[in-house]
């Protein structure tokens, strides 16, 4: 079993910054795919970044491109989403995902545990 435990979420003005930390426990996830997805009121989770644990390989939707990036420390059994320029429509519950047989990194029902969200608000 992994434990998934996200923080760095809060209210932050159009143009700022946040970075997101999600840290595992009960299972080193070294060798693990780690995502997060986000979702806003009245919508579907939606995919925003993935990293590969065997080359780090990242992956990204594309409004958010340019704009997050996904880091990991293995050392530290930790991923990290940082988040600039943030936007209104950036506004949602984050949620962080392992999945240790992931071979669609997009897909929500690729990963295998999940955290319990961070709520992320861009003022306007």
């Known amino acids: 079993q992994v434990q998934l435990v996200e923080s760095g979420g809060g209210l932050v003005q159009t143009g700022g910054s946040l970075r997101l930390s999600c840290a595992a426990s009960g299972r080193t996830t070294g060798r693990y795919a780690m995502g997060w997805f986000r979702q806003a009121p009245g919508k579907k989770r939606e995919f925003v970044a993935a990293?590969?644990?065997?080359?780090?390989?990242?992956y990204y939707v594309d409004s958010v491109k340019g704009r997050f990036t996904i880091s990991r420390d293995n050392a530290k059994n930790t991923v990290y989403l940082q988040m600039n320029s943030l936007k209104p429509e950036d506004t949602a519950v984050y949620y962080c995902?392992?999945?240790?047989?992931?071979?669609?990194?997009?897909?929500?029902?690729?990963?295998?545990?999940w955290g319990q969200g961070t709520q992320v608000t861009v003022s306007s």
């Open positions: 995902a392992a999945g240790s047989n992931v071979n669609v990194y997009t897909a929500a029902y690729a990963y295998e545990y």
């Open positions: 990293i590969r644990w065997r080359d780090g390989s990242t």
